[in-house]
């Protein structure tokens, strides 16, 4: 089926430790993003990515790295993991605005 | 810029009982408005958009929602609450054209009592 993978589902990271975390989706969509939700405060804008090779920050990008050398993949690195960063992220891709987001299911870490 | 309210983290309905999520949105542009659901564990699903045209839209499981723009409202109703409902729902407005970063509401998860 179409859409967007998230892998892995769980991860627990020690402090200092990092990882990354995968996001492909297969529907051709220029427009990728990552997310972290937490309780209360909805979803907050990572980074995103118009094309291939074009990376921005959102508003909480310290802490994360991407890159976007494929259509398909949008990986996010945490460079050294910190307790802050516990949360749920989530991909999304679009491709025409007027359709909305695809979203993941999701990669719930705790970094302990 | 862009920002969305959600009034209500948390709204209780019985079973049969309407249901009423709300959501003011500010915009300098023209918006285009979304509500999404999160079921336990999930991503988010588009439930309903409003981008032009017909300011009363249609989503999915009897949701609906109206685009008012004298009072920058997108209120989200659905005529009788079903258990299956219970969820989190998130507003969300982006500008019109090309690329534009969507800013989401912080949720309102939707309890339904039966």
Known sequence: NAGVTQTPKFQVLKTGQSMTLQCAQDMNHEYMSWYRQDPGMGLRLIHYSVGAGITDQGEVPNGYNVSRSTTEDFPLRLLSAAPSQTSVYFCASLGEVTRGYTFGSGTRLTVV | ?114
């Not at chain 2, 959600?6 to 949105?25: F, I, K, M, P, T």
């Open chain 2, 1 to 114: 810029a862009q920002s969305v309210t959600q009034l209500g983290s948390h709204v209780s309905v019985s079973e049969g009982a309407l249901v009423l999520l709300r959501c003011n949105y500010s915009s300098s542009v023209p918006p285009y408005l979304f509500w999404y659901v999160q079921y336990p564990n999930q991503g988010l699903q588009l439930l309903l958009k409003y981008t032009t045209g017909a300011t009363l839209v249609k989503g999915i499981n009897g949701f609906e929602a109206e685009f008012k723009k004298s009072e920058t409202s997108f209120h989200l109703t659905k005529p009788s609450a079903h258990m299956s409902d219970a969820a989190e729902y998130f507003c969300a407005v982006s500008g019109s054209g090309g690329y534009q970063k969507v800013t989401f509401g912080t949720g309102t998860k939707l309890q339904v009592i039966p």
